[in-house]
């Protein structure tokens, strides 16, 4: 009996054996006066879909939006701490956020295609990044994009088509062509299925899945059944700090913290 | 812990909690009845036994179906989760128990003509109590998670093997008043349980030749040539099979 609680306890060990893609070291942010971190240290494992949950206002999408620094665009955010990629500062001085963003993508809550046609959303990153020498080879980013976030077959034929004419789920499937167009290591997902009917959030939950392979997935998602079933590494925050992160079958079946406890199951601390 | 903000959540969890207290109830009720029947040769207590045994199949169908309504309908996480499926299998255990109950009670209605002997009624009786403080011991564990608790019974069934195979295996009276006696007494569940423990038949079904050795060596066969399966830990809960 105890051997099968402790092997169930334990959970899958993958985790401890990845390499390290991300690192943040006592990552502080303020937004004004009022302080939305308390000082956030987390390793994103290498091609691991790493989940973030928690209640509303705890944190977890100002985390992420630590990530790629794209907390620089408020003026009244300020980022303390680390944050490190593939070992390299974030925030050093010389760092090239446009580079940065490139290398860690980001796909929103809501769908949010250019009012351009398919073709042109998903090839303007490449094209302000150099990616491509010709038309040949941008021709050959697009498709291979759209192939990879599972919607080429839709849309092929019409790829001059406006994007915003497509159905949600294909919206956020464009989307997430569109960050991976520019060669990502990094993909940040800021509740990505949160606008999608069921069929939808499973076919973009099958392409997360798919993704893995290659990317290293960062996730906010309220669903917790979503987290639970994405992910590999589930970090629980809570009001600026984090609470517990461990494998997500530990998370999701028995948590050690609290307040982990108290917001899986529904109920109030 | 905190109650569920849905409070239908909560409240259905609190069912199927509550529903298993009250089989717990019940099974100890049983067992206790059963026994007391084969003490005092209650032919009639022993009859409203047997017919107690429905509510329990009712009531473990019940928390099945509550169970399952709820993982459907909550997706229960973590604890809960842990609580649904334990609540499953504990109202599994339970039945199993008002089955046993029930096979008890049967017996007593077959040899209830019989006077006992009384050295095998004290050691019944014995035997009995030790199980029934047992069954308190873990329905209380359960209804205050006591973890502790739950341990020190699983640990201490061990006496209760060794008191059985005290009366059944090494006392005489089963065999001063021969094979006849013998099979009457030896109720289905005894039986059952004899299997469970040492893997082979009793004696004197097969000094009787009621079973024997199967020729490949690795099981025994009844009188009429039938496959004896000594490995079944849950099967039909009258005890015509091991005849």
């Given amino acids: 009996m105890e051997n099968i609680q402790a092997t169930l306890h334990k959970g899958p060990a993958v985790e401890a054996s990845r390499p390290i893609k991300m690192t943040s ?42 990530l790629n620094r794209m ?53 303007y990153g490449p094209k302000i990044h150099g990616l491509a020498h010709n038309k040949q080879e941008l021709d050959e980013i697009v498709h291979t994009s759209l192939r990879k976030a599972g919607l080429w077959r839709e849309v ?70 979503q987290a639970a079933r994405v992910s590999q590494l589930t970090a629980m925050f809570h009001l600026g700090d984090l609470a517990e992160v461990g494998p997500t079958e530990k998370i999701f079946s028995n948590p050690d913290d609290k307040r982990t406890q108290d917001y899986i199951t529904g109920r109030f601390g | ?135 308190k011991e873990v329905l209380d564990a359960y209804a205050t998670r006591n973890e502790k608790q739950a341990m020190a019974v699983r640990d201490g069934d061990e006496s209760i093997d060794a008191v059985y195979t005290s009366i059944f295996r090494e006392a005489p009276h089963l065999h001063d008043g021969g094979s006849a006696q013998h099979h009457r007494l030896h109720a289905s569940s005894v039986h059952r349980q004899e299997h469970r423990t040492h893997r082979r038949p009793c004696d004197e079904h097969r000094r009787d030749g009621l079973l024997h050795q199967d020729r490949r060596g690795d099981g025994f066969r009844t009188a009429e040539g039938r496959p004896h399966r000594v490995a079944r830990p849950y099967g039909r809960d009258d005890g015509a099979a091991w005849r």
């Fill in chain 1, 25 to 66: 070291r006592d990552v502080i942010v303020h937004y004004g006066a009022k302080q939305a971190l308390n000082g956030i240290t987390l390793d994103i494992p290498e091609r691991q879909v790493t989940a973030l949950i928690g209640p509303s206002g705890c944190g977890k999408s100002t985390y992420l939006r630590c």
């Fill in chain 2, 1 to 135: 812990m905190a109650e569920h903000i849905v409070t239908s959540y909560e409240d259905e969890l609190k069912f199927i909690i509550r529903r298993i207290s009250e089989m717990g109830g019940q099974a100890e009720r049983m067992v206790e009845q059963s026994v007391g029947a084969l003490m005092r040769s209650d032919w009639a207590l022993a009859q409203s036994v047997v017919a107690d045994d429905v509510l329990l199949d009712a009531a473990q169908r019940e928390v099945d179906e509550r169970a399952i309504r709820t993982i459907a309908k909550r997706q229960p996480m973590a604890i809960d989760l842990r609580e649904i499926v334990g609540a499953i299998r504990i109202s599994n255990d339970l039945e199993r128990i008002g089955d046993l109950a029930k096979n008890i009670a049967k017996r007593v209605i077959a040899v209830h003509e019989h006077s006992q002997p009384m050295q095998l009624v004290r050691g019944l009786e014995h035997l009995s109590d030790l199980a029934l403080e047992q069954l």
């Fill in chain 1, 156 to 225: 092929h034929d019409r790829l001059d088509e406006p994007g915003t004419g497509l159905s949600g789920g294909q919206q956020q499937r464009l989307c997430i062509a569109r960050a991976i167009a520019v060669s990502p290591e990094v993909i940040l997902m800021d509740e990505p299925c949160s606008a999608l009917d069921p069929i939808a959030t499973a076919t973009v939950e099958e392409l997360i899945d798919e993704l893995r392979e290659n990317y290293t997935i960062v996730i906010v998602t309220h669903s917790m059944q």
């Fill in chain 1, 71 to 123: 907390n620089d665009t408020i003026d009244s955010a300020k980022v303390r701490g680390q944050i490190l990629l593939d070992g390299e500062d974030v925030y050093a001085p010389d760092i090239d956020v446009v580079e940065l963003r490139a290398r860690v993508g980001m796909v929103f809550q809501k769908p949010n295609p250019f009012p351009k046609s398919i073709y042109e959303n998903v090839s």
